[in-house]
């Protein structure tokens, strides 16, 4: 069965500091992968996507994420972050690209942003 | 830029009602899907839904919940009689053809069963 880990239930970092969440996901031939971010009592915004090519891929809110099929692994990267990145941050991966299949998610990690 | 919507924001029901949760995704999108969260657990997929039938569903959605698209915009999740395990974030989510089924969600309906 799909699955998705967030190894971090909370992380902790100071505005202006780098920030990396980790997520590693079940194998797959071929794994779509999404990370969403929800605010407090918001929906679930797409902050990126990885299909295939570059495996470094850039998203809205000065955001990033890095595909390593050796680790199984599509971590999320931010390399200043804002007080306003305080969110819940979700990891999805379906295993096709087309048709109606469903996201399996991540259990989250709670972003939180000292001063 | 277009977004899918859902209404009502926030329900609250009295175990054993129906419930009727809306949603209308993104207009050229082909493929509709609703999802649950539990508050403080993960979000969970129910149910998928593309050319006017269910084509794909988890085993979270058994015979108390049905789906249907009425008209060509709305998109509904109907839970028959609720139970109070029901309470959750219920979001509606729709993807194009193609786009690698990137879904864009909408804000979500806030379902409070007492």
């Known amino acids: 069965a799909q699955s998705v880990t967030q190894p971090d239930i909370h992380i902790t970092v100071s505005e202006g500091a780098s920030l990396e969440l980790r997520c590693n996901y079940s194998?797959?031939?071929?794994?779509?992968l999404f990370w969403y971010v929800q605010s407090p009592g918001q929906g679930l915004q797409l902050l990126l996507k990885?299909?295939?090519?570059?495996?470094l891929v850039q998203g809205i809110k000065g955001f990033e994420a890095e595909f390593k099929r050796s680790q199984s692994s599509f971590n999320l990267r931010k390399p200043s972050v804002h007080w306003s990145d305080a969110a819940e941050y979700f990891c999805?991966?379906?295993?096709?690209?087309?048709?109606?299949?469903?996201?399996?998610f991540g259990k989250g990690t709670h972003l939180i942003i000292q001063p | 830029e277009p977004e899918v919507t859902q209404t009502p924001s926030h329900q609250v029901t009295q175990m054993g009602q129906e419930v009727i949760l809306r949603c209308v995704p993104i207009?050229?999108?082909?493929?509709f899907y609703w999802y649950r969260q539990i508050l403080g657990q993960k979000v969970e997929f129910l149910v998928s839904?593309?050319?006017?039938?269910?084509?794909?569903k988890s085993e979270i959605f058994d015979d108390q919940f049905s789906v249907e698209r009425p008209d060509g915009s709305n998109f509904t999740l109907k839970i028959r009689s609720t139970k109070l395990e029901d309470s959750a974030m219920y979001f509606c989510?729709?993807?194009?053809?193609?786009?690698?089924?990137?879904?864009?969600f909408g804000p979500g309906t806030r379902l409070l069963v007492l």
């Open positions: 989510a729709s993807s194009a053809r193609g786009d690698g089924g990137t879904q864009y």
């Open positions: 194998y797959g031939a071929t794994p779509y």
């Open positions: 990885y299909f295939s090519g570059d495996t």
């Open positions: 999805a991966v379906r295993y096709s690209g087309g048709g109606a299949d469903g996201l399996t």
């Open positions: 207009s050229n999108h082909l493929y």
């Open positions: 839904f593309y050319n006017n039938e269910i084509s794909e």
